[in-house]
């Protein structure tokens, strides 16, 4: 019985000793790979590792608050995504294969693209901000209280702040590749390009009576205005046109004015969108929106003007006489 013990209890012994050896042998092959493997290993860094890595031209600019993006949505998004960027440009790039190379310079060239239409969408985004408080501020025009070189001449600084601040940020994005950025980020920036032709247009009315022109606008944002972008923005000026012939209702020369004025304006525009050619989808249904909006505004300033006409005549009127 004891020599049977002694057996289960040596052979388990041998047994353990037996796996502490493969044990040690395993680990030791880990840390020692095997001729083939290193000649692999040795193969794959001359051929492939000496090669000089991608350099990232990701641009720095930014205005240091965010917007919309991979950074994140709100205000401050914008800086998380450049501090990928810079961290991207401390690492240097290995590749194993020139296909894996020639897909890391397309990342590079989409994180390129979307970091500068991120740029032009947040300059884009205060010159809209800007705009409308410019809207807000030409409203307070009144002829009563006889404060119009008051409000031109904050008006006119205010439209020179939002081209020298914001406007030339997205200029300066542009000017790059002019001709290629002109219409590759439209819809990155023309949002914010109507809302101050709006306001510039406004300011000008509100001091001569006048329309201004194309060129006249160009000349006085020094940015390149398309066609489309001028007649969308000036047909946004009918709403404010309207609300001011609201607001001076009493002043009887006001809401004549801008019923002539929007008049033309209206029989121009249906000139346009009968005879124009050419027009893509879009383009012919924000014309077309702009349009109803316009024709809505002029039926309302008419209304005015009509009720004026009435005021006048009840004023002058003479009293009925009813005979039996």
């Given at each position: 019985?004891?020599r049977k013990n002694?057996?289960n209890?040596s052979?388990s012994?041998d047994?353990q000793?037996q796996q502490t050896?493969m044990?040690?042998?395993?680990e030791?092959?880990?840390?020692?790979p095997s001729?083939?493997?290193?000649?692999?290993?040795?193969?794959?860094?001359?051929?492939?590792?000496n090669?000089?890595?991608?350099?990232?031209?990701t641009?720095?600019?930014?205005?240091?608050?965010g917007?919309?993006?991979r950074?994140?949505r709100g205000r401050?998004?914008?800086?998380g995504?450049?501090?990928?960027?810079?961290?991207?440009?401390k690492?240097q790039k290995?590749?194993k294969h020139a296909l894996?190379?020639?897909?890391?310079?397309?990342a590079t060239?989409l994180?390129?693209?979307?970091?500068?239409?991120?740029?032009?969408?947040?300059a884009?985004?205060?010159?809209t901000i800007e705009?409308?408080r410019l809207?807000f501020?030409?409203?307070?025009?009144?002829?009563?209280?006889?404060n119009?070189?008051?409000?031109?001449?904050?008006?006119?600084?205010k439209i020179e702040?939002i081209?020298?601040e914001?406007l030339s940020?997205?200029?300066?994005?542009?000017?790059e590749?002019?001709?290629?950025?002109?219409w590759?980020y439209?819809?990155?920036?023309?949002?914010?390009?109507?809302?101050l032709i709006?306001?510039?247009?406004?300011?000008?009315?509100?001091?001569?009576?006048?329309?201004?022109?194309?060129e006249a606008l160009?000349?006085e944002?020094n940015?390149?205005?398309?066609p489309?972008d001028?007649?969308l923005?000036?047909?946004d000026l009918t709403g404010?046109l309207?609300r001011?012939a609201?607001?001076?209702?009493?002043?009887?020369?006001?809401p004549k004015?801008?019923?002539s004025?929007?008049?033309e304006m209206?029989?121009?525009?249906?000139?346009i969108?009968?005879?124009?050619k050419?027009?893509s989808?879009?383009?012919e249904?924000?014309l077309?929106t702009?349009l109803?909006i316009?024709?809505t505004?002029l039926?309302k300033?008419?209304k005015i003007?009509y009720a004026?006409?009435l005021q006048?005549?009840d004023?002058f009127?003479?009293?009925l006489?009813?005979?039996?």
């Amino acid at each position: 019985m004891k020599r049977k013990n002694f057996e289960n209890s040596s052979s388990s012994v041998d047994q353990q000793q037996q796996q502490t050896r493969m044990q040690q042998e395993g680990e030791q092959q880990q840390q020692q790979p095997s001729e083939e493997v290193s000649s692999i290993i040795s193969n794959d860094d001359d051929d492939n590792f000496n090669k000089p890595p991608i350099e990232n031209t990701t641009s720095n600019y930014s205005r240091g608050h965010g917007g919309r993006g991979r950074g994140g949505r709100g205000r401050g998004g914008g800086g998380g995504y450049h501090q990928r960027s810079n961290s991207y440009n401390k690492k240097q790039k290995h590749f194993k294969h020139a296909l894996e190379q020639l897909f890391d310079q397309y990342a590079t060239l989409l994180d390129m693209n979307n970091d500068k239409k991120e740029r032009i969408y947040k300059a884009s985004r205060d010159v809209t901000i800007e705009s409308k408080r410019l809207v807000f501020l030409l409203q307070r025009y009144s002829p009563k209280t006889n404060n119009k070189e008051e409000i031109l001449n904050e008006a006119k600084e205010k439209i020179e702040m939002i081209v020298k601040e914001y406007l030339s940020i997205v200029k300066k994005e542009i000017d790059e590749k002019s001709d290629e950025y002109f219409w590759k980020y439209a819809r990155s920036y023309s949002f914010g390009l109507q809302e101050l032709i709006e306001g510039i247009s406004f300011y000008y009315f509100i001091k001569d009576g006048s329309l201004i022109t194309l060129e006249a606008l160009q000349s006085e944002i020094n940015f390149q205005v398309s066609p489309l972008d001028y007649l969308l923005g000036i047909a946004d000026l009918t709403g404010e046109l309207m609300r001011l012939a609201t607001t001076n209702f009493n002043v009887e020369e006001i809401p004549k004015q801008i019923l002539s004025f929007m008049n033309e304006m209206y029989s121009n525009f249906l000139d346009i969108m009968t005879s124009a050619k050419g027009l893509s989808p879009y383009e012919e249904k924000d014309l077309k929106t702009k349009l109803d909006i316009m024709e809505t505004s002029l039926s309302k300033v008419e209304k005015i003007c009509y009720a004026i006409v009435l005021q006048q005549n009840d004023r002058f009127k003479r009293p009925l006489i009813i005979s039996q």
